[in-house]
């Protein structure tokens, strides 16, 4: 017990409040609400489990009754001399004496069974000494009959009563579409004889049982369907399962009467004088749609109270705890250090003077941390702008000399190509005023440049640019190769001997470093130690003096601290080599990158 009671002490201000009223409020109510409606649901199921078997019942009479009223119509065919005589015949002399008895009959079976009310006659046929009268609406086909099924053709079909009903699945016969049917068959006696003349069958169509059962099936979601004993469905609700197998009638537990099973509730009643069943089902849960007056008070009244708790549970747990979680929340953060916190409270109790007191300490130390720092960021803001602004431009003269020579000479193709590339790089230049770009678009920067610089220096420059592809989309700071590549021209050139430059950018223990390498002059072993000290002290070095080095190695320290600062490694007469190491970032993590720094 004194484990539980500290634990519950531990518990938020909103989840004790919550908890108080579930358990004072919510609780109880639900418990009343629960036995209310569950006795509610087993007295409708008793009243539906008593109700629905009486109808079954009723329509098992009706469809008796129907189906002894065609019984009764197939017996006059006894009464019909005519029928009876052409029956009674065995052989004919010739066709045209047989056409006209087929006629007589046929016209018989039309008159009394295919007119009038009887539209739920698909056809009638008389089979006798292996002769086939008929009549039908639709069109047919059938076999012989068999000991598994009966058909139309043949003497007479020997039935163990002087009448039957048969189902679709225990008759060849089928109809046009497959139309479900039930197939009443009766044998045609011939008294004054004392012989069997044939056979007389009557197709129904299964719209009669609609008829006969729809005080019964009127609900929309209960179902309705009649087996036979071996549990093929003859009639259902949902024509598709007509025709195909109940696998659970086995399972039922009682032939007539109602019992539920997985929150359905199941009627049966089975037939007295024919051998089929009709099944009922409807879900427990329709039966509880339509409630009566003390249900649907007792639910009704259980909903306020819930409603009502909790929505008076939310709103003091959210009023109380939800101002003081969230000024927690702003505690911690102001202890990492982000002050940039504005608290929205315009209440007046304790929390709302708690939540003012802090936002009037935070513009406080806020204001204190601008007043020491403002110069200072401004600063660095100004020196990084200007250092990005100071890239050496002047490359350009000589290559507006050099489109106006190939003018001059026609080459309307080399022209095409250098006033493109000069363009890209002006659009890169002017264009985008972002800090960080892609390296990608810095590497095209700078492979149009050395184009423009061969177009100059013909035979007399070689170069490649190789990046690893997965850097491509990298962000990098925008010019940080130029001054580079600018530098090595100054530099490194010398008349008469290829220059060769090469840029490699590769990842290597997560960071971006990237080389440009020459074959150049060199630097002395002193003035490189000169820059090498220069440019560890961060200082500025003159526009004619290395001033791309100075340039990139500024902006490296401004944007990512003393350790990225540019590595120079030089051997008079035989090139330099310059390391820069960038940390790797994505697009989305520069705007981040820029906030810490």
Not at 163 to 187: A, G, I
Not at 394 to 403: A, D, G, K, Q
């Amino acid at each position: 017990m004194t484990f539980k009671r500290r634990q519950f002490k531990n518990y938020t201000l909103k989840t004790k409040l919550l908890l108080t009223y579930i358990i004072i409020t919510i609780i109880p109510t639900a418990l009343l609400g629960y036995v209310a409606y569950s006795q509610y649901v087993l007295s409708v199921e008793r009243q539906v489990g008593t109700y629905i078997p009486r109808l079954l019942n009723q329509a098992n009479n009706n469809m008796e009754r129907q189906i002894e009223q065609y019984f009764d119509e197939m017996n006059q065919i006894n009464n019909n001399k005519e029928v009876m005589n052409i029956l009674r015949k065995s052989t004919y002399q010739n066709v045209s004496n047989m056409k006209q008895d087929e006629h007589l009959v046929e016209n018989y079976l039309a008159s009394s069974f295919m007119q009038g009310s009887r539209e739920h006659v698909i056809g009638v046929f008389v089979s006798s000494k292996d002769r086939l009268f008929q009549n039908s609406r639709l069109s047919y086909d059938s076999g012989f009959s068999t000991s598994q099924s009966i058909g139309l053709y043949g003497n007479s079909y020997k039935l163990i009563e002087e009448e039957s009903v048969f189902f679709p699945h225990e008759t060849s016969l089928f109809f046009k579409e497959r139309k479900p049917f039930v197939l009443l068959v009766k044998q045609i006696i011939d008294y004054e004889n004392r012989h069997n003349l044939g056979t007389v069958f009557v197709a129904l169509d299964l719209a009669f049982i609609e008829q006969t059962i729809r005080t019964v099936d009127e609900q929309d979601d209960a179902k309705m369907w009649m087996v036979d004993e071996q549990g093929y469905i003859i009639y259902h609700s949902i024509p598709s399962l007509i025709g195909t197998l109940d696998k659970d009638k086995v399972d039922y537990p009682i032939a007539n009467g109602s019992f539920q099973s997985d929150q359905t509730l199941y009627s049966s009643a089975n037939s007295v004088e024919n051998r089929w069943t009709f099944m009922h089902a409807i879900p427990v849960r329709h039966l509880t749609e339509e409630s009566d007056f003390v249900r649907n008070i007792t639910i009704i009244a259980f909903f306020i109270i819930v409603v009502l708790a909790i929505g008076s549970s939310i709103v003091l747990a959210w009023g109380v705890a939800k101002p003081i979680q969230r000024l927690a929340g702003e505690m911690k953060r102001a202890e990492k250090g982000d002050f940039d916190i504005r608290l929205k409270n315009e209440s007046n109790d304790e929390v709302g003077m708690l939540s003012k007191a802090f936002s009037k300490m935070l513009r406080e130390i806020e204001e204190l941390i601008n007043e020491k720092y403002e110069i200072e960021l401004k600063q660095k803001e100004a020196e990084l702008y200007a250092l990005q602004s100071q890239i050496n431009p002047h490359f350009m003269y000589n290559t507006l000399e050099n489109i106006a020579i190939m003018v001059e000479e026609d080459e309307k193709t080399s022209v095409v190509e250098m006033v493109t590339n000069l363009g890209r790089m002006l659009h890169y230049s002017l264009g985008n005023k972002d800090q960080f770009v892609p390296l990608c678009l810095e590497l095209q920067h700078i492979q149009d440049y050395l184009v423009i610089q061969k177009a100059r220096f013909e035979e007399t420059l070689a170069y490649s640019v190789v990046a690893a592809h997965t850097l491509h989309d990298k962000m990098t700071p925008k010019f940080i190769l130029q001054p580079l590549i600018e530098n090595a021209f100054e530099h490194a050139y010398l008349p008469g001997q290829t220059l060769e430059i090469n840029v490699t950018v590769t990842e290597e223990d997560s960071v971006m470093q990237l080389v440009i390498q020459d074959n150049g002059k060199g630097i002395s072993s002193e003035k490189l130690a000169l820059i090498k000290q220069q440019l560890t002290d961060n200082q500025m070095f003159k526009k004619d003096d290395s001033f791309g080095l100075s340039n990139v190695n500024g902006r490296l320290v401004l944007h990512f601290g003393n350790e990225y600062h540019l590595r120079i490694q030089s051997e008079e007469g035989i090139g330099t080599k310059i390391l820069m190491r960038i940390p790797i970032l994505d697009r989305g993590s520069v705007h981040n990158h820029d906030r810490e720094n």
